[in-house]
C-alpha cells in the first residue's frame, strides 16, 4: 500500500475514534472519488461507528465524511456545506468561464483543494461547494475569475441550477461487459477502456471498480476519471445482428 493512502486511512480512522470516544461528529475535508473508494475498503475497521458520504449537491463527485450519527450520539448535526454562488458583475462583458477558471481563481487565494468540493458551471456562473468555515473568506476576497469581475453569494441550500443535467441517450453495444458500455459511451477502443479500469479510474456507484468484465445493474452511477459520468439505465433489447441496445443518461 502507498504511503499516502496508509496516511489518508489512520486519519480516517483517527476521525472515527474521535467521534466514538468523545460522543461527537466528525468530518473529514472533501474526498475525491479515490478517497472514496479507500473509505469502501476500510468498512470491517469503520464499522464500530456510523458514517455517511455528502458533497452538498445531488450526485456530487467529491464528498465529506460524516462520522456519527443520531442514533449514536442522540442529536442531528448536518454537514458543514456550503455553496458559493460565483456570477460575472456584467455579463455583457464577462469571459467565457469554464471549470478550470474558477478553479484557478479559487485556489490563488492559498487555499487547500480539500476545503473545495465539486465546481459546477452554469450560465457563465460558478457554484462551488465549499466548507462552511471557508465560505466567507472566499467570497470576502474573490473579487475576479479570469478577466472578469464577479459577485459572490453564499447560500446553504443547492441551487436548482447546480443540479446535474442529464442527457439521455441510446447506445448500441457489443456486449453487457462493463468495459464495452464504457467504450461505447466515452468513444474509446476496447483496449483503451480495459486500460481505465487497470488503472483504477472507473468507479461505480462510488467504489472503484476493476472488474472490467462485470455487468452494470440498472441505476447504476459510473464515472471514469478524465472522461465524465453517466447513469446506466437497463438494456433495452437485442439487435437483428446480436447487438444490445442499452440507455445511458449521460451527466453534461
Known sequence: MKREEEEF???MLDLADRCYQSNVYTFSGFLSPADQALIYEME???AFVPWTLSGGGEDCERKMIRFG????LGYEEPFPISCLIIRPLVQKFADALSHRDFLGSLMNLGIERDVLGDIIVRDNAGYVFCED?????LSGHLDKVKHTSVLCEIT???????????LEEELIVSSNRCDAIVAKVFRLSRSQSIELFRSKKVFVGGRQ?????GVLKEGDVVSARGFGKFVFDGFLHETKKGRLCI???RYV
Open 133 to 137: 468555515k471557508m465560505a466567507e473568506y
Open 209 to 213: 471498480y476493476e472488474n472490467n468484465s
Open 44 to 46: 470491517k475497521e469503520l
Open 247 to 249: 440507455r445511458i443518461k
Open 9 to 11: 486511512k489512520r486519519r
Open 69 to 72: 450519527s443520531a442514533e449514536l
Open 156 to 166: 446553504k441550500e443547492c441551487p436548482a441550477q447546480a443540479r446535474p443535467d442529464l
